[in-house]
C-alpha cells in the first residue's frame, strides 16, 4: 500500500460528516431558489437542438449564493437589437440534498418518457444531477436563470468525494416556453413577456327571437329575370299597387360586383303585401345602371310569410347567424329569411322566399350563442377554438370597465398560439371551461416594447404604392 | 444658394420602405406529430434608439426578470453613396403640380443607401426559418415604389438589392458563454434625393383667350370677335380626364385687350 495506513484519507462516516455540515451552512446562510426542470417537447436531431420546452415543476432547495457583491458591473447593454441584460449568479446547492430531494421526482421527466413526449434525446439517466439548460428561479429581484454550466468538483474531492454543485447561471433568454409551475411568483415572471397576442371578445349572449306574420294573396316568390349592370349604388324596388285594401308589397335590391360590373344579385323582401290578385309589377329606379328585371308570383288563397318582425335583437352574434323559418305543415314550400347584424345585435330580418301553403305563423330561429359568454379564462389554462382547431395559452383575461363600464370589451391575451382564431368561432378553456365568442384576433405583439412591426405597416401604408394590397402587412 | 428649407423625409421613407418588407415574418415550432404548437411574428425594430428611452421602455421595471425575448429582428441604415452609374443631367428640371400650384422640380440625385438586416435568434431552426423566408424575394433586387414626395405624388420604383449575407454561431468555447446566432444581410436601397421644389412662375394654363382682328395692322383694324377656351369641368386638373369649352363672341368695336389690366381699353 503506497499511502501511510495509519492515517485515514476519509471515512465514510467522515464524508457524512462533512456532508452534514455542508447542508446545515447552506440551510443558514443560503437562500431558497426554486429548481426549474426542462421538459423537452421537440428537438431536431439534425441541427442538435431542443425546438421546443416547458417548464411546470419545481422544487424549493436553498442554495448559496457565491457572487454576494452582486451582479457584475455593466451587466445591461444597449444592443442592435434592444437591451440585453446579462446578470450572471453563481450558487452552491448541496449535491446530497439535490439527490434526496429532487432526483427522484424527475425520473422520466426530461426525457419526456412521463408525459408520453420520447424524443431522440435520452435523458432519462441524468437525473442524478442538476441538468445545463434548467432553469433557476432567484427570488431576489423575481428572476429567471438558466443554468450554464454545472461544476461538480469544487472543492476539489475533499476527503475523496465531492458535496455540492456549483451552478453558472445566466438571465433566461426567452422564447415563448411554457413556464407553468402553479407557483404565482414564478409563472408571473414571463406574464408579459414574449409574443403575446389579443383576442376581442364577444360578452354575454342573447339569443334573438323574431315572429313571422303570413298572408294571402301575397307574393311567394321573386324571379330576378335580369341582374342589370353598372349600378353605383343600390337601385329602389318598387312593386305595382294591389287592388284597394290591400298592402304593396316592398323589397330591398342587393347588389354584387362581378368583374367589375356591378349588378342586382337577389330582391329580399320586406313585407309580401297582400291583397293580389294578379302577380304585381317590379320596376327598378336609380342606382345608375341599367337592365335589371324581376318577376313574381303571389300565393293566391295559400298563405305566405309577409312579414318577420324582430321581437328581440339578441346580444353577441359576431357575424349574422342562420335564420331558420320552420315548414309549412303537410306539403308547401318553407319560407327562407336572411338575417344582417349591426353592433353584435339583429339588425335587419328580410325574406328570401315567402314559401307557401302556411296553415299557422310559422317560428322563427336563429342559430345562437345563448350558452357562450360566461365564465373566467384563468391563466396559463389552454383555449382551443372549436372551428379553425387553433389553440393558445391564457395569458391575461379581463372585462375593461374603463372603456365602457356597462358592456365592458372583454380581452383575452395569449400566447403559444398555433394560428389564428377565426371571428365567429367559439373558443373554450381547459381548465375553466369559459366559453366565449371570437370577435377578432389581433396577431400584432400585443405590448412587446421592442417591436415595431406594427409602426412600420401603417406608416407604409401611406407611402408604399402596391398594385393590390401590401404583400409583407395584414392590417 | 443652401439654406433654403427643405425636407421631403426621403431618408425617413426609405428606412421605412425597407422595414416593411420584413414585419410580418414568421417563424413555426412544430410538435413531435407534426402539428403546429406555436407560431410567433418575428419581432422588428429599427436598431439605433435612444438610449434612454430603450431602458425606460425596455426595462421599465427595473427588476427585469429575463434577457430578452427570441427571436428578434433589427435594421439599421449603415451609410450613402451617390450613385453616378445613374446620373442625369443637373440642370434638367420637370414640372408638377401640387393640386393648385405648377412646381418645378430639379431631377432627382441618386443615392445608394445601404441597410443592414440583423437577425438573432436562439436556435438555428428559427433562423433558417426566417431567413428562407426574405431571401427568394430578392432576385437580387425586389422593387418598392415609393412615395417620395407627396407634395408632388412622385413615385419612384427603387430598388432594394440584396449584396450579402453573413453568419455567426458563437457555439464553440467555454460553457460560460452563450451561443449567439445572428445572420447579417446587407441591402443596398437606390433611391433618389429631391432639392427643394419651387413655386414656379409659369402658372397653370386655365383660360385661352384670342381676339380676332378683321386686319393684320391691329392699330387701324376692329376686332371683330372674341375666341375664349376653358376647361370643363373649370376646376380639373392636369391629370383629370376633361374636355374644354369654347366660347365666341362677337365684338365689332374698336377697344384692344390689355393683359395687364385683364380688361378692355
Known sequence: ?475 | MLGTYFYHEILRKTIIGFGTLFNNINIRHLKNDGTVLDETKVGLSYGPMQKFLTKIQEQSDLDKSIALTLPRMSFEMTGMQYDSTRKTGITQTFKAVDGTNMKKVFMPIPYNITFELNIFSKLNDDSLQIIEQILPFFQPSFNLTVDLVSSIGEKRDIPIILDSIDFQDDYEGSFQTRRAIIHTLRFTAKTYLFGPIADTSDGLIRKVQADVYSDTNTKTAKREMRYTVVPDPINAEPDDDFGFTEDWQLLGDSRDYSPTRQNDV
Open chain 1, 1 to 475: 500500500m503506497s499511502l501511510n495506513p495509519f492515517f485515514l484519507q476519509g471515512s465514510t462516516n467522515e464524508q457524512y460528516l462533512v456532508q452534514d455540515l455542508i447542508n446545515e451552512q447552506l440551510k443558514i446562510f443560503g437562500i431558497e431558489v426554486y429548481y426549474i426542470p426542462r421538459k423537452l417537447i421537440t428537438t431536431d436531431d439534425i441541427l442538435g437542438e431542443v425546438q421546443s420546452s416547458k417548464f411546470d415543476d419545481s422544487f424549493l432547495i436553498e442554495a448559496y449564493l457565491n457572487n454576494y457583491e452582486g451582479y457584475a458591473p455593466d451587466s445591461d447593454i444597449m444592443t442592435k437589437f434592444g437591451l440585453r441584460l446579462k446578470n450572471e449568479i453563481s450558487l452552491t446547492i448541496s449535491r446530497e440534498r439535490y439527490e434526496e430531494f429532487i432526483a427522484p421526482f424527475l425520473e422520466g421527466i426530461s426525457s419526456g418518457i412521463r408525459d408520453n413526449i420520447i424524443t431522440g434525446y435520452d435523458f432519462g439517466d441524468l437525473i442524478t444531477r442538476p441538468k445545463e439548460g434548467d432553469l433557476i428561479y432567484f427570488p431576489l429581484g423575481e428572476r429567471l436563470f438558466e443554468i450554464k454550466k454545472v461544476e461538480h468538483e469544487k472543492p476539489f474531492y475533499q476527503l475523496g468525494k465531492n458535496y455540492v454543485y456549483d451552478l453558472s447561471c445566466e438571465l433566461y433568454e426567452y422564447e415563448n416556453e411554457q413556464i407553468n409551475t402553479f407557483i404565482d411568483e414564478v409563472d408571473n415572471t414571463v406574464e408579459d413577456e414574449g409574443y403575446i397576442t389579443t383576442l376581442s371578445l364577444v360578452g354575454l349572449a342573447a339569443t334573438a327571437t323574431a315572429v313571422a306574420g303570413i298572408t294571402t294573396n301575397a307574393i311567394s316568390q321573386i324571379f330576378l329575370n335580369n341582374d342589370g349592370s353598372g349600378y353605383t349604388s343600390i337601385p329602389t324596388v318598387t312593386f305595382s299597387e294591389p287592388p284597394s285594401g290591400g298592402i304593396r308589397a316592398t323589397a330591398v335590391a342587393i347588389t354584387t360586383s362581378i368583374a367589375n360590373v356591378q349588378s342586382i344579385k337577389r330582391l329580399e323582401i320586406t313585407n309580401g303585401g297582400s291583397g293580389y290578385i294578379t302577380p304585381p309589377t317590379i320596376t327598378f329606379s336609380g342606382g345608375g345602371g341599367t337592365g335589371a328585371a324581376a318577376t313574381c308570383s303571389i300565393g293566391g288563397t295559400e298563405f305566405s310569410v309577409s312579414t318577420l318582425v324582430i321581437t328581440n335583437a339578441g346580444l353577441g352574434y359576431p357575424v349574422a347567424p342562420i335564420v331558420t323559418i320552420s315548414g309549412p305543415i303537410g306539403s308547401g314550400v318553407t319560407a327562407t329569411a336572411v338575417a344582417t347584424v349591426d353592433g353584435n345585435k339583429i339588425s335587419t330580418l328580410r325574406i328570401i322566399n315567402p314559401g307557401l301553403g302556411y296553415t299557422e305563423a310559422p317560428t322563427v330561429t336563429f342559430a345562437g350563442f345563448s350558452t357562450v359568454g360566461v365564465g373566467t379564462f384563468v391563466y396559463n389554462e389552454e383555449v382551443t377554438g372549436q372551428t379553425s382547431g387553433t389553440k393558445a395559452i391564457v395569458k391575461n383575461f379581463k372585462r375593461d370597465t374603463s372603456l365602457d363600464a356597462n358592456n365592458p370589451p372583454i380581452i383575452l391575451d395569449v400566447a403559444i398560439n398555433s394560428g389564428k382564431f377565426s371571428a365567429g368561432e367559439i373558443i373554450v378553456g381547459s381548465t375553466s371551461s369559459a366559453e366565449y365568442v371570437v370577435k377578432s384576433h389581433d396577431l400584432d405583439s400585443k405590448d412587446d416594447t421592442y417591436d415595431q412591426n406594427e409602426e412600420f405597416e401603417l406608416e407604409a401604408d401611406n407611402i408604399l404604392d402596391f398594385t393590390e394590397t401590401n404583400p409583407f402587412g395584414e392590417i
